[in-house]
Each structure stands twice: as C-alpha cells, then as structure tokens.
C-alpha cells in the first residue's frame, strides 16, 4: 500500500533515463510503478547515471565512468552512443568492483552474472545498460513492464500529454499527468533535492564493508555510518535475494 492510502502502486509510470549500476533509488521508482518507459531518443549527457555509477571505495564513495565516443556524444541520441574501449575503463571497473565488495556477503556470487555482461563488450551504450538491467530486475526479483519511448517528450507533467498516447510494445496506453514520476533528471547525480528514498522515509541501513575506514566519517550510533543511494551493486552484495525488500513501500 502505498502513503497515500491507496492500494495500487506509488507511481503509475516512471520515466527514466538509461543508468549504468544506477543507484538504490532508481530501482525503488521502478520497484513501486505500475510500468516503467526508458527514454532513448534524449541527447547524451554528460556527467550522469547514464554511463557511471557510485560505489563504496576504501577511500569514500567513488564514481566510475564509461568513456564514449566523444565525436558522437553531442550529436546523436542515446540509443547510438558508442562505447569507447580504446581506454582501459573496462577492466579499472572490475578490478574496483572487486576491490570494493569481495568482503561483501554475495558479491561473488551476483559477479558471476554481471562481469561477464561488462567482458562481451556491446558496441553501444544503451544495449550494455538495459541487458544489466533486464539482468538485475530478475536478481532484485522485480516484475514490473520496462518499455522504451516512442518518441522524445520533454516534461510529462504536462496536462497536454495526459491525453497522448504512448506505445508500450504492441500496446497503447494514456499516461495520467497525476500519476507520472518523471526521474529523467530528478534521478542524477546533479540533482540537487533529497533523493526519492529520502522523501518517502525508506533508506534502510544495511551493512557497508568500508564504512568505518572513511577519514572524518560521522558515525551515527558510535561504530558506523550508513551512506545511502549507491549504486544497486552496493545493496545487492551486501543483502543479497533480501535486496528486493529494501525497495518496496
């Protein structure tokens, strides 16, 4: 049930944006929707979720980056950002995966199915993005219907766009205004308000292996300090097939 009484799900429709091991809060939007739209015909952005991701390091939280064909990036949709494998990203990115969660109760076992999806190395951005999150939507054990835009609509909150319709696969729906959540830039790591696990009371603790080891950390009960919204490999690997709980109302 969610806050407001009702018995259907917090957000009828999430809008997101395409996110590389993206954080806890985007699987929330996603765990608590009735339907998800991936946006694929955007302009690429910089400095987002879209091609990085946040982990817990020895040394604090720490951002990893897919580099991408910088002739392209300004000048072609999303869905055709290619993948720049001339630098060694690939293989930094494991090696700090590893480093940072192999304490982690079930990171070894959730590496097992995500490391070889990074190792194929897909040509383009999106496709290297939603085969993780097809994979990671079955770990966290989450059933909701993902689609991709059919066309690029630049703020769903607009009554207008109540009354137009969207291609979901081979189905046609209305999108209600009331009950859309559109994350395309409220999910990001320029976002400047509190995150949706903050506004709706839900950043559980759990446990972090490098949490105590921060220089300068304020530690809340004497011995740690939770740092929330990190990317889902942060949750899955420490709570393991109990992740999926952490994200539901």
């Known amino acids: ?12 429709t999430v809008v997101l944006t395409t996110a590389y091991l993206p954080p806890v809060e985007y699987f929330f939007a996603i765990a608590n929707s009735g339907r998800v739209l991936i946006e694929q ?3 690429y952005q910089k400095q987002s979720w ?32 290619r993948i720049d494998y001339s630098e060694p990203w690939l293989q930094h990115h494991i090696r700090a995966f590893a480093a940072a969660y192999h304490n982690a109760a079930f990171y070894d076992y959730y590496a097992d199915d995500l490391i070889p999806m990074l190792e ?3 040509v383009f951005l999106f496709d290297l993005n939603q085969s993780l999150l097809e994979k990671l939507l079955e770990l966290l054990n989450l059933h909701v219907p993902v689609s991709l835009t059919d066309h690029f609509c630049a703020r769903y909150s607009d009554v ?16 209600s205004h009331k009950n859309v959540l559109d994350g395309r830039e409220r999910i990001q790591p ?15 603790a759990y446990y972090q292996v490098f949490v105590n080891e921060i ?12 740092i929330p919204n990190l990317s889902i490999l942060d949750l899955l690997s420490a709570e393991g097939p109990n992740a999926g709980s952490f994200l539901r109302i």
């Open 1 to 12: 049930m969610n806050p407001s009484g009702g018995s259907g799900p917090l957000f009828g």
């Open 215 to 226: 220089p300068g950390q304020a530690r809340n009960d004497g011995t740690s300090s939770f």
């Open 160 to 175: 207008a766009y109540a009354r137009e319709k969207c291609s979901l696969n081979a189905t046609s729906f209305v999108l």
């Open 120 to 122: 194929r190395k897909p």
């Open 50 to 81: 879209r091609n990085r991701c946040r982990i817990l390091a020895t040394g604090g939280p720490e951002d990893l980056s897919i580099p991408v064909v910088k002739e392209e990036r300004l000048s072609r949709p999303i869905r055709d950002i």
């Open 190 to 204: 320029k976002y400047k308000g509190e995150s949706l696990l903050a506004e709706y009371h839900c950043e559980q």
């Open 41 to 43: 015909h955007e302009a």
